[in-house]
């Protein structure tokens, strides 16, 4: 009986412990899935977006409650020259890296010649420092520099938000790259020749940076200070961070003294934590587990629960230029697509799948923006007149197997595809399985086909796919819609997966980004999204609406449309 | 004539056990269900008279049929249960697994109101005749017709793979049991010629007719079986002519020089290298590889799993081998293949049949626990497991645990529990 | 003793390289390509700025991972193909050329050819290292294509997790099922016997994600019982910087209670069952009845004497129970999110790093094997008549 006994008390030890939950100022806050890496320029995940918020610091951030730009490490909003190509900034003073060091333009000049140069490890970002020609530091003041951008855009200011300011005494201690000129960096010819710059890029490259806490460094009021692989990642607060009484500004403030990032991928555990009041903040958490959570009121006298919009949205893009050999041309007819969007069954998914939580979305623009067109209604789940459009279409059952089939180009092609969606997300599979169903009542036979994630991105950006369900997230700066959009962006294997763009919406886009002037931008944009809309290259599916539950230990709570929702960093311990 | 007395021997003891007798039934139950499935949980009325006609929308294999000028598309799923039918007769479960009900989604519960909504758009409470009994899942499939339906998986994933492995396990466990290390004899042309044959076989599978495997393994179902089975015939239909072509030379030439054969040795290795590799991470990391289906799954699993019941199988043909039924089989000098297979292979069965049994449970579990993990598994077909992986989300939908988990549970109950009432037979 | 313990070692090392051959064989044919998930994602030494970039690209990581090589030590070909054709690592290209070559060859398609590449190839440098590898015994099983980490790296830490649980768990399963064994045989009859037997017959039958999932929904779930806490495997704030093991294991305790039990219960009809039975055996034999007669008390015989001449079959059991738990591991640790090899490895499989995933697999392999090695050894130790066979 002994061995009973041993495990009767192991179980008493176990009642003892496992429910103590420290009172002190830590932050726990759930993670749906870990960063692949920390790297401050090439990596690419949201999660180290969010942690890139408390750790690093960026020339200008986003003001959260008015969707403005807000200075951060300069004094003020750059002064821009007549021509709209040159930006002059001025940083604060008084700003020090953690080891004392002053942040000077140098550091600024070392960000932007670590991002542009053609060696360092950043694909995805080296676009959006193209159109920087070139920095100057005013010789007479370490403090002020000039931006000298090649042509005016709508983000030119707006592209500093998202990338941290690097400090060069950290990442090139042998100030390698100040040797060089911008435009020999970029140039791949002159570079052949400098193996110096390649020691640089390698060392910069390499998985330290993005893995290892004790080569992570940034202006940040927090620091990383604990990664442990597959469970949590520490923010700590830093003792003698520069800022330390700019209470005004979110991006300098650290009230908790401790944020840990803890990872759960799945649901239902993560729902038992929060119950057991083991986290303090999720914004993740799915929506069934939302609304049950919702409806639990012992869990709203300690939680706060609330809904907030974002700027993301789901959607499935069709392929309108298949190669029509292993891709047949199935959607190249608008009218085709319009049936496809007729037959997705909006009202069900929005049910089942999002608690009825998620807003319909019309074009490539979230209705939460300002320049989102109104005047354009969504298309309607309407099976019949589906029909009837791909009757007219000549989409024809000729053969009564259930399968619609057409002649095209002197071959009989059936209504038959492939839905590509990455694996391991429940919420997609049943989607497609809800897409399918409802394809297939109106004779077209949609197999599902789940890929992992470089598969998937492969195929998307490759053409060599039928539809696709994905999502995209954005922000609350003005929309370039030259990545999605563009037919350049088709060619190059780039975003623009479904074949958009004519030689008219090219024209538009180019005028978009390059309008100032704010209203003439918006009028703009709005005829883009007619145009998306009379082609419907994808299905237009819903805005994600963020799932917030916060702790009532937790005070000086707000909640913004824009990524992440939440600023961790700003809430309170309540007394 | 030996199989027979066993089978009379089984019977009696078959009327004595209560619990084999029990778990037999039950067993026969499971296999029932699964053949029934179609008839049991089906959205399709089984029986309806539409406009004065007489319909049998189960049993029918069309599409679409025409009665006056309206068209009647038989995949209307849900459009059965709101088809002004003048008598319908519905499946005691009135959902196919796959046929989405929205209206009850996502996962309400056995006890929760169900409702539906009819042609004009109005709400009423659900019949009882087309009640989820079982509750639904998220995207409103009903979990009884779910839990039909998976009986076919569970138990066909099962029979099956155990048909390759027992087929495996009894040849290589009887030829090594029976012959070890010193029995077979072959001359130097036919080892040479083993070789060789060896090299061909692989050129053959893996080159010759890779691009027709591997488009089997692409659309799995029975292609994929018949590529498989008839690329092994191949393999043994080469080994058999190349071996007798070497014994042929060897006798052209008068080589008389024997060499012992040590097959046992062979199979004990090969048995000890696929036991020491994880079953199930091996299944996950091969079905992986391919595009995921049922008749993969079962290959892998048959071909992975037969060890077991070739160390058995060998244990008792060493047993058997000192018997002497078997060396006064060999006085009268019947051939190898007449003693292995007609005058040993009754007695062992018994043996055999514990360790294939509990193959069987091993299966099932193999099975559901890839469903579980969502890998290796065709995603549009619902199994026992995949409906728990769906509870794996949500707790609070217990009948998505309970329900399936019960059942897999019963199933590999049944067939451990037959396996030790069979082993106690002696 | 060390004699046979050498002679059983050389025996695993032809395992040990089948088991190799099996993973490789696993890995080579893996599907998708590496060098361009690599360079899609990551492409250290250069930008992508034109499709001339990317082949160089391709190129270069094509020569980082070996891939370059041939395959194997050997090969067997149609003797249409020349025998450089694996220089050619783009798979459309190799697919287009090899229809090409198959169009010309004539019968020369159907006649197989072998050539012997020699030691330069990518299954001796994924096992002995070479052209930027380690090798694997070496502890190197190349780079994680998801993560461009070290396999090694991410795995060590997932290592030693997985197995701490799976050597507690059959620890436990011995301290608990061997007096439930001994109960067993000294009264078969006892309702004791036969409840413990039917209990452990029905754990025994219990598939462990149904037990895992009902555990957590039962005793972690603040509706029901919230006894343990859900997920992870230490305290959310980590441990102490200063904390002893001793401190380290009280704080993961109460986590590893749940998945300790499912981990666990599913071997204890087995161990039992065979503890019962042996024990049962020695009781019928004669030096049993000399230590009755002698006035030994019956816990002293049951205990001293009888167990530890039935401890031969409980060994064995070892080597059998072992690659269960490793290969369960995978559903387990997927329940209670425990950082461990089976975790990993649905992480892998999911984001197709093939890499990690055959890394496991011969990971787990070769402590399978150290098993038997390590049960046959002790079997030779326990009874010493072994040694001489």
């Known amino acids: 009986m002994k061995p009973v006994l041993y495990f009767l008390s192991v179980l008493l030890i176990a009642l003892s412990s496992s429910c103590k939950k420290t009172q002190s100022n830590v932050l726990v806050v759930h993670l749906m899935s870990e960063p692949e890496d920390m790297h401050p320029t090439n990596g690419a995940s949201a999660v180290r977006a969010e942690i890139n918020l408390y750790t690093n610091l960026s020339l200008l951030r986003v003001n959260y409650k008015t969707g403005e730009l807000l200075p951060c490490l300069v004094k003020a909003l750059p002064v821009v020259s007549l021509d709209g190509l040159n930006y002059n900034y001025e940083l604060k003073n008084n700003m020090t890296w953690d080891d004392g060091t002053p942040i000077t333009a140098r550091d600024i000049l070392f960000t932007a010649k670590a991002s542009k140069c053609l060696y360092t490890n950043n694909p995805g970002f080296k676009p959006y420092w193209e159109n920087i020609l070139d920095i100057e530091e005013d010789p007479n003041d370490i403090r002020k520099f000039t931006v000298i951008m090649k042509r005016p855009y709508i983000l030119n200011t707006w592209f500093w938000t998202d990338f941290p300011i690097l400090q060069e005494a950290f990442y090139d201690k042998s100030k390698t790259l100040s040797k060089y000129k911008n435009a020999q960096l970029t140039d791949s010819v002159f570079l052949q020749t400098k193996p110096d710059v390649k020691k640089w890029a390698d060392e910069f490259n390499s998985s330290k940076y993005s893995t290892d806490p004790q080569f992570m460094n940034g202006g940040g009021p927090y620091k990383i200070t604990k990664w442990d692989k597959g469970v949590s990642i520490t923010l700590e607060k830093k003792k003698d961070h520069w800022s330390g009484n700019c209470k005004n500004d979110w991006y300098c403030q650290a009230n908790p003294d401790k944020i840990i990032l803890k990872l759960n991928s799945n649901n239902a555990s993560a729902l038992l934590e929060l119950k057991n009041g083991l986290i303090d903040v999720s914004t993740v958490i799915d929506y069934a587990s939302f609304s049950e959570l919702s409806k639990d009121e012992n869990f709203k006298k300690n939680y706060l629960l609330k809904l907030a919009d974002t700027y993301n949205y789901t959607y499935v893009a069709m392929n309108m230029k298949p190669d029509g050999q292993k891709h047949k041309k199935l959607f190249t007819d608008p009218d085709v697509r319009k049936a496809m969007a007729m037959l997705t069954p909006y009202e069900q998914i929005n049910k089942t799948l999002y608690e009825n939580h998620n807003k319909r979305v019309i074009g490539p623009i979230s209705p939460n923006k300002p320049d989102f067109n109104t005047a354009l209604s969504p298309i309607a789940f309407d099976v019949e007149a589906a029909k009837d459009i791909l009757d007219e279409a000549g989409w024809t059952d000729t053969d009564n197997d259930n399968i619609r089939d057409k002649m095209v180009d002197g071959e009989k092609v059936k209504m038959e595809f492939n839905i590509n969606f990455i694996k391991g997300s429940k919420v997609w599979e049943d989607l497609g399985k809800q897409l399918s169903e409802s394809m297939g009542k109106a004779g077209i036979y949609a197999m599902l086909n789940p890929l992992d994630y470089n598969g998937f991105f492969g195929a998307a950006t490759g053409h060599d796919f039928d539809m696709i369900i994905g999502a995209w997230q954005s922000s609350a700066p003005p929309e370039d819609f030259s990545q999605l959009w563009h037919s350049s962006s088709w060619t190059n294997h780039g975003l623009n997966f479904t074949g958009f763009g004519t030689p008219q919406s090219d024209a538009l886009i180019d005028s978009i980004n390059t309008c100032i002037n704010e209203p003439k931008r918006i009028e703009l944009s709005k005829r883009f999204q007619q145009l998306v809309y009379d082609e419907q290259p994808y299905i237009f599916m819903f805005t994600q609406t963020r799932r917030v539950i916060v702790s009532k230990k937790w005070d000086n709570l707000e909640i913004y449309t824009e990524y992440p929702g939440v600023l961790l960093n700003t809430l309170k311990l309540k007394d | ?426 | 003793m060390w004699r046979y313990a050498l002679k059983r070692f050389f025996w695993f090392i032809p395992t040990l390289f089948a088991v190799t051959i099996i993973g490789f064989v696993l890995l080579a044919n893996a599907p998708g390509d590496p060098v361009n998930s690599l360079v899609l994602s990551s492409n250290s030494g250069g930008s992508m700025q034109s499709i001339k970039d990317l082949e160089i690209q391709k190129k270069y990581w094509s020569k980082q991972l070996g891939l370059d090589l041939p395959l194997f030590y050997f090969s067997v070909q149609r003797l249409s193909e020349p025998d450089t054709l694996y220089k050619i690592t783009d798979e459309a290209q190799l697919k287009k050329l090899k229809a090409d070559l198959k169009i010309n060859g004539g019968f020369k398609n159907y006649i197989p050819k072998i050539t012997w590449y020699g030691f330069h190839n990518q299954y001796h440098r994924w096992l002995f290292g070479g052209n930027n590898s380690n090798g694997i015994v070496r502890g190197d099983f190349g780079m994680s294509i998801s993560k461009k980490e070290p396999v090694i790296v991410i795995l060590k830490d997932k290592l030693i997790w997985s197995l701490t649980f799976s050597i507690l768990s059959i620890l436990l399963a011995y301290v608990i099922s061997i007096p439930i064994g001994i109960r067993m045989a000294k009264d078969p009859e006892s309702r004791f016997s036969k409840i413990s037997q039917f209990v452990l017959f029905l754990l025994y039958s219990m598939p462990s994600f149904f037990m895992g999932v009902l555990l957590l929904m039962l005793f972690a779930n603040p509706d029901v019982l919230s006894v343990f806490p859900p997920s992870g495997i230490k305290p959310i704030e980590g441990y102490d910087d200063q904390s002893s093991l001793f401190t380290k294991i009280c704080d993961s305790l109460p986590y590893m209670i749940l998945p300790l039990i499912c981990y666990t219960y599913a071997s204890l009809a087995f161990i039992s069952r065979l503890t019962a039975t042996s024990i049962t055996e020695q009781l019928g034999l004669d030096y049993i009845k000399t230590a009755k007669a002698k006035g030994l008390s019956e816990k002293t015989i049951l205990w001293k004497h009888a167990l530890k001449n039935s401890a031969l079959p409980l060994i064995t059991v070892f080597s059998s129970v072992f690659p269960g738990v490793v290969g369960g591991s995978v559903i387990i640790e997927s329940i209670f999110t425990i950082p461990g090899m089976g975790l990993e490895t649905v992480r892998a499989i999911i984001s197709h790093d093939y890499p990690v995933v055959i890394a496991v697999i011969t990971l787990s392999s070769v402590l399978t094997i150290f098993s038997y090695l390590l049960a046959d050894i002790l079997y030779a130790w326990v009874d010493p008549r072994i040694r001489t066979y």
Request: glycine residues 6%; positive net charge; proline residues 4%.
């Open chain 2, 1 to 426: 004539m030996k199989l027979k007395q066993t089978y009379i021997t089984f019977n009696d003891i078959l009327s004595k056990n209560r619990i084999m007798r029990r778990c037999i039934k039950v067993f026969f139950a499971f296999i029932v269900i699964a053949i029934l499935a179609p008839v049991l949980a089906n959205d399709r009325p089984l029986i309806c008279k539409y406009k004065g006609e007489w319909l049998f929308p189960v049993f029918s294999s069309k599409n679409l049929i025409f009665i006056g000028s309206e068209s009647i598309n038989y995949n209307m799923a849900k459009g059965w249960k709101t088809l002004e039918t003048e008598f319908s007769f519905f499946p005691p479960c009135a959902y196919s697994p796959n046929s989405i009900d929205a209206d009850n989604a996502p996962r309400k519960s056995p006890f929760d109101s169900q409702t539906m909504t009819l042609k004009n758009g109005e709400m009423k409470a659900l019949p009882y005749k087309f009640r989820h009994w079982l509750g639904t899942t998220q995207n409103g499939n009903d979990v009884l017709s779910c839990l039909v339906h998976g009986t076919k998986i569970s138990l066909s994933v099962g029979i099956f793979s155990m048909l390759i492995a027992s087929l495996l396990g009894i040849v290589f466990g009887a030829s090594a049991g029976y012959f070890q290390n010193n029995t077979l004899k072959i001359g130097v042309f036919q080892i040479i010629f083993l070789i060789l044959v060896t090299f061909f076989n692989y050129f053959l599978c893996f080159i010759i007719r890779a691009d027709k495997l591997s488009e089997g393994f692409q659309s799995g179902g029975i292609w994929l079986i018949y590529q498989v089975m008839f690329t092994i015939y191949l393999v043994i239909q080469n080994t058999v002519i190349f071996l007798w072509l070497g014994k042929w030379i060897d006798k052209k030439f008068n080589i008389d020089h024997k060499i012992n054969f040590p097959i046992d040795t062979i199979v004990m290795r090969l048995i000890e290298i696929l036991n020491s590799i994880p079953t199930l991470l091996l299944i996950i990391a091969m079905s992986a590889i391919t595009k995921p289906s049922f008749s993969l799954l079962i290959v892998i699993i048959g071909f992975l799993s037969w060890t077991g019941i070739a160390r058995i199988t060998r244990a008792e043909y060493m047993k058997a081998k000192q018997l002497d039924y078997v060396t006064s089989c060999k006085a009268i000098g019947l051939g190898y293949y007449r003693i292995i297979a007609r005058h040993i292979l009754p007695n062992v069965l018994p043996v055999i049949l514990v360790q294939v049994v509990f193959g069987l449970a091993g299966a099932v579990l193999i099975e559901a626990s890839l469903s579980f993990i969502g890998v290796g598994v065709p995603l549009d077909i619902i199994t026992w497991g995949s409906l728990l992986n769906e509870a794996r989300d949500h707790f609070s939908a217990w009948w998505l645990v309970v329900f399936p988990g019960l059942c897999v549970f019963t199933l590999i109950f049944v067939y451990n529990k037959i396996a030790v009432e069979i082993s106690k037979i002696k």
